[in-house]
């Protein structure tokens, strides 16, 4: 998969998009230290270990580079960044049973506007799955040659 390119300068707003899910009772917001077991317990139980690893790697940073998505108090969704390299986003995930009603956007949008607030201007999202997504919500493209990226040597898990 390959890895896309963001203009952080160019991000859209998300207020309308943050302010409707508010009121359907969805909170978006940074995950803060004390939260790290339950996060990476989430992550584990929806993902793979490995996205579980990179979310609780979110936790040493200060603040966290890590955004959930709440329902219920009950975490729906996440998005890290600044986890397996700088300057990059992810690993991001919304329950299925939430996707369509815009929090991947708002989660993608704000652990963004996080990045370029670190005093970066462009952002790498890396080994992409949902080319169409990205590239309609903030506009990445496609960086040419980035297959495997930094996944290059990746350790294989013991079966």
């Not at 998005?79 to 390299?85: A, I, K, L, M, Q």
């Not at 952002?123 to 495997?148: E, M, N, Q, R």
Request: hydrophobic share 40%; aromatic share 10%; glycine share 10%.
């Amino acid at each position: 998969m390959a890895d896309m390119l963001v203009h952080l300068l160019n991000l859209p707003d998300d207020r309308e998009d943050m302010e409707r899910l508010m009121a359907e009772g969805i909170i978006i917001r940074r995950a803060r230290p004390l939260e790290r077991s339950v996060v990476r317990r989430y992550v584990l139980s929806k993902w793979s270990e490995v996205w579980a690893d990179e979310a609780d790697t979110a936790f040493s940073s200060q603040p966290p580079t890590i955004f959930i998505a709440t329902h219920e108090k009950k975490i729906i969704g996440f998005g890290c960044y600044e986890v397996t390299c700088r300057g990059f986003f992810g690993p991001t995930g919304v329950n299925e049973e939430y996707r369509g009603k815009g929090i991947g956007k708002v989660i993608l949008i704000e652990c963004l506007r996080a990045m370029r607030e670190m005093g970066y201007a462009y952002a790498i999202i890396g080994g992409v799955g949902p080319v169409d997504f990205y590239s309609k919500c903030v506009g990445a493209t496609l960086i040419p040659d980035s297959t495997p990226g930094i996944y290059t040597d990746m350790l294989q898990r013991d079966e």
